[in-house]
């Protein structure tokens, strides 16, 4: 039995830009999943069937079967070819093809657009992460937070950001299996060098402070705080460009917007929410805001003062230590 990965960390194969840029490119299938058997497959020119394995994160299995099954079937009528799509339960990815050669291909041609067109719809599952763990800057964090509930009207206290888990995100990614995590780590200790020779041998300091919001201040989202060199050197701004630069070309990165470098403070809830952090980050409380004017005019220039970053995370999403900072898969020091 092949085994043809699609997933290639590293690569474009998922990160193609396919409906994020207008790309019609297709990932293309790992030319190293041949037949372990090559005679096998000039049978199979002549009528053999044979059965190969397709490695799909099951966060897109939903895809290739379509509402009430529509896709699986037009995957199958075009093709020819037998498609098995694993139970959800199972919690397997291996979709399996069972045809002749040209069937085979043309399912794999098939499932392989859909897993390109539809990689985007999946939650991220990490994120490339500046954490500041200073605690006197989470302390004076957490004081200006319990000011702004007495300002910020029908927000709920989940608004507010953990101050054990303040960081600079550099870029969203979806690592949907521990080979995908043990690559990005990788991939980031691989650009120890040069991220030592943008940082130097002095500490990297950096300054927070300065409110503003990402929306209108009378229709704020999120209120963030600037984030800039204590020495006004540029290093973390050329750090941050240059993180989210490599991984983007190596094919980790699919967002859009621009890297803004900032760190949120307030990610606008309603009052009494019953969602959970998961189900708010990737639906929203998008249309909910709060008029964050009042909160700017009276602390809007506050200082949260300087935080020495050590660390570059590969972090992940909504999962959190004992003192609020995220959980990380691996790390690049910066010390």
């Known amino acids: 039995m092949n085994t043809i990965s699609i997933v290639e960390v590293g690569s474009r194969r998922y990160r193609v830009r396919t409906g994020l840029a207008g790309s019609s490119k297709v990932p293309a299938i790992d030319s190293g999943a041949t037949s372990h058997n090559p005679p096998s497959e000039s049978k199979a020119k002549h009528g053999k069937s044979e059965r190969i394995s397709l490695n799909i994160p099951r966060q ?11 896709t699986l079937d037009k ?25 002749l050669l040209d069937e085979r291909q043309k399912a794999e041609e098939l499932i392989t657009q859909i897993v390109a067109d539809n990689m985007a719809k999946v939650p991220y599952t ?16 957490g004081e200006f937070q319990r000011d702004a509930q007495r300002v910020l009207q029908n927000v709920d206290s989940s608004s507010f950001v953990h101050p054990g888990s ?10 949907l299996s ?10 980031l200790r691989s650009l120890a060098k040069d991220v030592a020779e943008i940082v130097g041998t002095k500490p990297l300091l950096v300054s927070v402070g300065q409110l503003a919001t990402m929306e209108a201040a009378s229709q704020a989202r999120t209120i963030y705080a600037n984030a800039d060199d204590f020495d006004n050197s540029g290093r973390l701004r050329r750090l941050c460009a240059f993180v989210r630069d490599k991984f983007d070309s190596a094919g980790y990165i699919d967002e859009k917007r621009e890297l803004k470098i900032h760190v949120s403070i307030v990610r606008a809830k309603p009052a009494h929410s019953s969602a959970d952090e998961d189900d ?3 639906k929203g409380s998008r249309g909910f805001s709060v008029n964050a004017g009042p909160l700017l005019k009276e602390f809007g220039s506050m200082s949260f003062g300087v935080c ?25 020091s910066l010390l």
């Open 178 to 187: 521990p080979k995908d995590v043990t690559r990005a780590v990788e991939f």
């Open 280 to 282: 708010l980050a990737e």
């Open 75 to 99: 995957l199958r009528h075009e093709s020819r070819a037998k498609i098995t799509v694993p139970p959800e339960r199972s919690r397997s990815d291996v979709v399996e093809i069972e045809g």
């Open 126 to 141: 990490h994120f490339i992460s500046l954490p500041l763990l200073d605690i006197d800057m989470q302390r004076k964090v």
């Open 166 to 175: 303040l960081h600079i995100t550099l870029g969203m990614l979806r690592l």
């Open 308 to 332: 020495r970053v050590g660390q570059i995370q590969i972090a992940r999403r909504f999962r959190h230590a004992e003192n609020g900072a995220y959980e990380n898969d691996g790390a690049l």
């Open 60 to 70: 897109v299995h939903k895809y290739i079967i379509g509402a009430r099954g529509s």
